[in-house]
Every structure is written in C-alpha cells, then in structure tokens.
C-alpha cells in the first residue's frame, strides 16, 4: 500500500480537491490531507485573539472562515443529500470553534482548534468520494497519531492502532489527517507547522508502504530557492541524507523530519505536482547520485554566539560545558565551528537566548550576532574529492563569511552570513556550481 499525501494547496480549491480525486480514485493508499491553505493560518490569528481577549474580533474571524467553507461546499459538492451532510458537518465543527470564545481560553484549547482544519478537510473530502462514487475508509489520526512525553512520534504506539484501525473499515483507499495527533495524555496536539508531511512519513513507515508521495504545487526538490534565484531545476533524484541536509536547511517542500522514518525502512519518498502530475518530480531513496553538487538552501533567523576563553587553550571538557547550557534551555544548534580559544555556534531558537548568554558568561567573552542566515550547500563532498571548497568559495569570494562548516557530513558544506547577503549568496553560487557551460 503508498502512503499520499496532499498539502494544503493541492486541496485549496474545490476544483483542486477534485482533482485529487482523479489521482487517487484508482490507487490503494493512504491518503494523507492536510487542511485547506490559509485555514491553518486562519485558526492561529483566532486562537491569538482569544489569547489576547479579543473575542469579537475573533467571532468575525470564525465567522468569515465558517463562510468560505459553506461557499466550498457549495462548489465541491452537487447532490442535495451531500451538500446538506456538508453543511451540517461544518456548522458543527464551527460552532465547537464557536464554543472557545465563551470563557478563558487555553493551550489545550488552542491545540482543539487548529486541529479543525485537517478534519474538515479530510471529512468534506471523502463526501465528495462519496459523491462520485469512491469507497474509501476515514482514519481517524486522533485514534493512532500520538508522541510521547518529549514530543516524538511514539512509533510504537501508532503502529499498533493504526493496524487496529485499518482492520475496522475494509476498502482499497483510506482518507486521514495530517498534522494532528494527541499527546502523552491523550489530549488533541500536532506535529508543529507543516507537519502533514511528518504524518505521511509516520504513517508510511507504521505499515511499511511500498512508497510516500508528498503532493505539492512544485514539481520536485529544486537545485536552488525557486522565490530567490530564477532558472533553478527540479532534481530528479536525491538520497535521504542529502534530502534531510535540504529540508532542515530552508527548502520548503518537505518537513526536515519526515525523511527519517521514510529512510528507517528504506521507502523511497516521492515529490510531486498536483498542478503539473506528469512531470517527474523527485525521487528520494538511499542511494547517493555521482554528481559532486546537488542543491542549495539557506535558513533565515539565525543568531551566530561566539565564545571566547583564555582558558580553552589544551583544556578538556570545554565545550561539554557549552553544550550542557544548550541543552538545560532545550536548544538546538546547527552550525559549530571552533579555533584553539574560540567557539561560534548557530542557533535558530532566540526565546531563551537572554538566560543562555548569563550562563555562558561564566565560560568565557560572549559576543552575539543576530540577523544572520546559514546557506547550506548539499553535494557529495567525499574525503578523497578535492576542489569543491574552492569552487563554493569562488563562488562567495565578494560576500563576507561569518563561519564556515566543511567535513561535518559528506554531504553539506554549511556557510553562515549576514541575511543582506542572502540573496546575492544564492545567485553566486548557482552561477558558480550549476551553470558553468
Ligand atoms: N495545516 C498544517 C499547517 O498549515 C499542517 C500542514 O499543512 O502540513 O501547518
Ligand atoms: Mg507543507
């Protein structure tokens, strides 16, 4: 069985939603949904509001969005019988978002009505299927979808229900949401923004597909920022680390953590168009291409921290004591590079920086640069290959370089700058690696 995902452009429109109906009718799958592009948005400005106590303005946020559903209906769906249950279905899931603006609200609140937008998108999808004649099962994701006390998948836990749950409802195609899930105490939370993908992937690995496909509206990984760079291409192939180095580091089309179940099992996960079906896409599976650069992306937000210290110089157990404060404040760090009586670092999470900065005072000079982006450059960068660090760096001889991380991983060259820069960084090095004939 294929796991299918659809972001929430493909399923924007009712016209759109139609034609994932086309892709899908004859396949049996998983179907994957994600809610309806802006929805998600939407729900997060009126879980805001509440938040701030603004709950009129909130109740006319609901109600313009209840609005533009009962208009979706109206195009997606013909048969009276359909539009009623359809109507019926959306007055009842607006009238619980309704239901939070009465008293205080909360997180967990808050977490219930973003999770809004993937079921009724999955619900009013399988009307339509119904509509034309598709059998398909519903999932429920808030029967299977769970993470644990830290905040990951409980892989375990979602196996099992979901085998659970497709052995209740017997057909080729089953329809579930992306992005929700519950937590450790069982109460509605999601894989963070973007997270449909993330779902897919979980999903896929649980019942050990045959393959993923994440549907967007681009066709494929692109060797470059398509909204910064013009004339970037599709790439057809890619291996798993180097599509993990990709996602974490800015290209939007994939959530960075949905790569690693995929490759736990070794699925090959497959991009593709909905506006464009035919064309191939990308191919994400272990094995690695031959050619030396891939692909290029660059992360915006992050906050470069140098540590300076006398006391570095031949001694052990120093940077052990850097990591530790990250790790009390639960804060990730990407990129490190170090000298004999320095360590720069890159963080892209600033809501503990202040408490952070405190600590590291005690080890050393801390100097703080904000404003600054990671470039990251995904190839095949083998120990015994020579030559590719003087082509990126070529390409970046007129652009000032804040740090440099080479020989990490095989596959990624990391460059951290100021964000001004960013631009002109990318068309660079797109001229520089990718067209030099
Ligand atoms: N609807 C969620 C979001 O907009 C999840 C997703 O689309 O992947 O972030
Ligand atoms: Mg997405």
């Not at 939603?17 to 948005?41: D, H, P």
Request: net charge negative.
């Amino acid at each position: 069985m294929k796991v299918i995902k659809f972001g929430g452009t493909s399923v924007g429109t009712p016209d759109r939603m139609k034609k994932v109906a086309e892709l899908i009718a004859k396949e049996q799958a998983i179907v994957v949904l994600s809610a309806v592009s802006g929805t998600t948005n939407s729900l997060v400005e009126i879980a805001q509001l509440l938040f701030q106590n603004e709950r009129n303005k909130a109740k006319k946020q609901i109600e313009t969005l209840k609005d533009s559903y009962h208009t979706f209906v109206n195009e997606l769906l013909s048969s009276a019988t359909q539009q009623e249950k359809a109507h019926d279905l959306v007055a009842s899931h607006f009238s619980h978002i309704d239901s939070f603006t009465k008293d205080l609200f909360t997180i967990h609140e808050e977490k219930t009505i973003l999770a809004q937008g993937e079921l009724l998108s999955s619900a009013l999808f399988q009307l339509y299927l119904e509509e034309i004649g598709v059998h398909s099962c519903l999932l429920p994701a808030l029967d299977f979808m769970r993470i644990d006390k830290d905040l990951e998948p409980d892989s375990f836990y979602i196996k099992h229900n979901l085998e659970r749950e497709l052995t209740h409802c017997q057909s080729k195609l089953y329809i579930t949401q992306g992005y929700i899930c519950r937590n450790v105490f069982g109460e509605i939370d999601n894989l963070k923004r973007g997270g449909s993908d993330y779902s897919a992937s979980l999903i896929g690995a649980a019942i050990q597909a045959t393959e993923i496909e994440i549907w967007t509206d681009i066709d494929g990984m692109h060797n470059n920022d398509p909204r910064v760079v013009e004339d970037t291409f599709s790439i057809e192939h890619l291996s798993y680390d180097e599509a993990a180095e990709l996602a974490y580091f800015g290209a939007k089309i994939l959530h960075p953590a949905s790569v690693y179940p995929a490759q736990l099992y070794n699925i090959p996960i497959f991009l593709k168009n909905t506006l464009e079906p035919t064309k191939t896409g990308t191919k994400i599976e272990q094995q690695l291409g031959d050619r030396e650069f891939t692909a290029i992306a660059a992360k915006d937000g992050i906050t470069a921290i140098k540590i300076k210290s006398g006391r570095m110089l031949l001694a052990y157990g120093f940077l052990r004591k850097i990591f530790d404060i990250f790790e009390r404040y639960k804060t990730p760090i990407d990129v490190i590079t170090t000298s004999e009586v320095a360590v720069s670092l890159t963080i892209d999470d600033n809501t503990n920086l202040d408490a952070i900065q405190e600590e590291l005072r005690y080890l050393g000079e801390v100097e703080i640069n904000k404003n600054l982006s990671i470039v990251c450059v995904v190839g095949n960068f083998s120990h015994d290959t020579m030559g590719s660090g003087n082509k990126i760096f070529t390409s970046l001889q007129h652009i000032p370089i804040r740090m440099v991380s080479y020989g990490g991983s095989q596959h990624n060259v990391s460059i951290v700058i100021e964000t001004d820069y960013k631009k002109e960084a990318l068309v660079s090095l797109n001229n520089g690696l990718f067209n030099q004939n």
